[in-house]
């Protein structure tokens, strides 16, 4: 099973950026889909973005596009998630998980411990 490791998260102020990645130490996931998800506290995990396996397509919630950027390396196993012009309501946790049936797929694995991200207004 992959083991995924999300970093990068903080604390910003609204209108900053961040960028989060999500690793797979030892492990190849370049032939999935990767999808990232978010957690906000006593709320549902929902989706943020997707890429296909090779990166040629990006798949976001509507409430992110415009703002965020997923982007991956499979020479260096890592998918990024470039978050700017953070809100607020953008306060949560972020994990990643691969996907089965690419962009429009379905998480599959163990979560992640995720990585905290926290916008001040």
């Known amino acids: 099973q992959v083991q995924l490791v999300e970093s990068g998260g903080g604390l910003v102020q609204a209108g900053g950026s961040l960028r989060l990645s999500c690793a797979a130490p030892g492990r190849t996931f370049s032939i999935y889909a990767m999808g990232w998800f978010r957690q906000a506290p006593g709320k549902e995990r929902e989706f943020v973005a997707a890429?296909?396996?090779?990166?040629?397509?990006?798949r976001y919630a509507e409430f992110v596009k415009g703002r965020f950027t997923i982007s991956r390396d499979n020479a260096k196993n890592t998918v990024y998630l470039q978050l700017n012009s953070l809100k607020p309501e953008d306060t949560a946790v972020y994990y990643c998980?691969?996907?089965?049936?690419?962009?429009?797929?379905?998480?599959?694995?163990?979560w992640g411990q995720g990585t905290q991200v926290t916008v001040s207004s």
């Open positions: 998980a691969p996907q089965r049936g690419g962009t429009q797929g379905t998480a599959f694995g163990s």
């Open positions: 890429i296909s396996w090779n990166g040629g397509i990006a």
